[in-house]
T-cell receptor, first 113, second 113 residues
Framework: EAGVTQSPTHLIKTRGQQATLRCSPISGHTSVYWYQQALGLGLQFLLWYDEGEERNRGNFPPRFSGRQFPNYSSELNVNALELEDSALYLC????????????FGPGTRLLVL | DQQVKQNSPSLSVQEGRISILNCDYTNSMFDYFLWYKKYPAEGPTFLISISSIKDKNEDGRFTVFLNKSAKHLSLHIVPSQPGDSAVYFCAASDGTSGSRLTFGEGTQLTVNP
């Protein structure tokens, strides 16, 4: 069974540009989560999508947004990129039930110059 | 407010001995706890989880202990192997906040041959 996949693996942008990151969940999983791991910091929760709806949001500005498609894949968009947005962006998926394990993809490394 | 804390940034053990990684939390609403292993530039790999209705869960060489009164959990790895060398994160969730995971800062485990 295929795990969570993310693309691209690496992304280089300049300040002010927009970045789009993509995630495909494990088959049968309806929930997708996005986390950010900035250099030297832990994983911070960004967004949770389930059944096409944004269900919860972490403490990040509105320029971080996303969506979930009917096939449960998801996009994370970061507008007006800032240098401090440079980080590893991780996507996870689960069946969306309580006390469900989240399984992570390999991540997208975003570098903002 | 760091709700999940791993106070030891690093731990070094000899191959074959026991590794004990610790985690403390402050939010009494947390009811599900997980341990992940992470290599550099990769996504976290799920290891083991425990629900708040249990105080111990075992899976092969990995055992997680939960002390709810002390708001403390630990991961025991026996016997430790060099391939276990990685960063270990504990994470917690509560059903009321939409299944987001709150992560600790991580502990770098090094198992010496």
């Amino acid at each position: 069974e295929a795990g969570v996949t993310q693309s691209p693996t690496h992304l280089i942008k300049t300040r002010g540009q927009q970045a789009t990151l993509r995630c495909s969940p494990i088959s049968g999983h309806t929930s997708v989560y996005w986390y950010q791991q900035a250099l030297g910091l832990g994983l911070q929760f960004l967004l949770w999508y389930d059944e096409g709806e944004e269900r919860n949001r972490g403490n990040f500005p509105p320029r971080f947004s996303g969506r979930q498609f009917p096939n449960y894949s998801s996009e994370l968009n970061v507008n007006a990129l800032e240098l401090e947005d440079s980080a590893l962006y991780l996507c996870a998926s689960s069946r969306g039930l309580t006390q469900e394990t989240q399984y992570f993809g390999p991540g997208t490394r975003l570098l903002v110059l | 407010d760091q709700q999940v804390k791993q106070n030891s940034p690093s731990l070094s053990v000899q191959e074959g001995r026991i590794s004990i990684l610790n985690c403390d939390y402050t939010n009494s609403m947390f009811d599900y706890f997980l341990w992940y292993k992470k290599y550099p530039a990769e996504g976290p790999t799920f290891l083991i989880s425990i629900s708040s209705i249990k105080d111990k869960n075992e899976d092969g060489r990995f055992t997680v202990f939960l002390n709810k009164s002390a708001k403390h959990l630990s991961l025991h790895i026996v016997p430790s192997q060099p391939g276990d060398s990685a960063v270990y994160f504990c994470a917690a969730s509560d059903g009321t906040s939409g299944s987001r995971l709150t992560f600790g800062e991580g502990t770098q485990l090094t198992v010496n041959p």
